[in-house]
């Protein structure tokens, strides 16, 4: 069954940033992907997303359904008919929204199930959660910044906003294990914030037989919100090898 197009808000967006050892992150990666490097890095993060009127496109936003979700992104690129193609691989998706796991792999991309602890105001963010299965947890405690600073891959907001930007395009695991599962995020108008965070743990990232000692570093943080969002299916990407 072919997914359908989607449309949402998305109230929250919590980009979470780390740069990676690419030859360590490379083990997490499906066959013909490899890490797309900003000066010897690979860009790896945490997306900590609240969506608002999640609906089928072609239905009325006013029956959307509302939820709070994490995904862990990986910066790829891999060889496509005309070239090299540059996107995001999704090692993991996790979510508190029971229909979005009931949806799962037929109506949606996978997800895992979990339960979220979100405070939040214009300023200040919490989120945390755990999967149900207990193989993902993430706690991170962030406020809005007055200027993106401290990144060693990104010279600027600018700069990091756009690579993002580009990032639109995902592939991840889905239930045929031949393929991937693709998606497009198209929003109305892109614009993020910077964000400083105060502190964030991650057992994805946290993992030393997963990313041994400073091999994972948290680099940036950037936020947006309140941006009309579609998802859109793309054709199942074959896993090669």
């Known amino acids: 069954m072919r997914q359908p197009r989607v449309s949402s808000v998305i109230e929250r967006r919590l980009l979470v940033n780390y740069r990676v050892a690419p030859a360590?992150?490379?083990?997490?990666l499906p066959a013909g992907m490899r890490p797309l490097q900003i000066d010897g890095w690979a860009v790896a993060g945490i997306c900590l997303i609240r969506l608002g009127r999640v609906h089928p496109a072609w239905l009325p936003g006013a029956l959307g359904l509302r939820s709070e979700n994490a995904a862990y992104r990986i910066a790829v690129e891999w060889d496509g008919p005309e070239g090299p193609e540059k996107g995001v691989y999704v090692a993991r998706r996790d979510t508190g929204s029971t229909a979005s796991v009931l949806a799962s792999g037929r109506l949606t991309v996978v997800h895992h199930p979990a339960s979220f602890d979100v405070r939040e105001t214009p300023r200040d963010l919490h989120i945390a959660y755990v999967s149900r299965?207990?193989?993902?947890q993430v706690s991170i405690d962030a406020?809005?910044?007055e200027r993106f600073r401290d990144s060693t891959l990104f010279a600027?907001?600018?700069?990091?906003?756009?690579?993002?930007?580009r990032g639109s395009v995902g592939?991840?695991?889905?239930?045929?294990?031949?393929?991937?599962?693709?998606?497009?995020?198209?929003?109305?108008?892109?614009?993020v914030v910077p964000v400083e965070v105060r502190n964030v743990r991650s057992t994805f990232f946290d993992d030393p037989d997963r990313f041994p000692p400073g091999s994972a570093v948290l680099d940036n943080a950037l936020l947006m919100r309140n941006v009309p969002a579609i998802w859109?299916?793309?054709?199942?990407?074959?896993v090669s090898g």
Do not use: K, Q
């Open 24 to 28: 360590v992150v490379a083990s997490v």
């Open 133 to 136: 299965d207990g193989a993902t």
């Open 143 to 145: 406020s809005v910044a």
């Open 156 to 165: 600027d907001l600018d700069e990091a906003s756009d690579f993002f930007e």
């Open 171 to 191: 592939y991840s695991a889905g239930r045929d294990t031949s393929c991937l599962d693709g998606v497009e995020l198209t929003v109305g108008t892109w614009r």
């Open 232 to 238: 859109n299916p793309l054709r199942p990407m074959r």
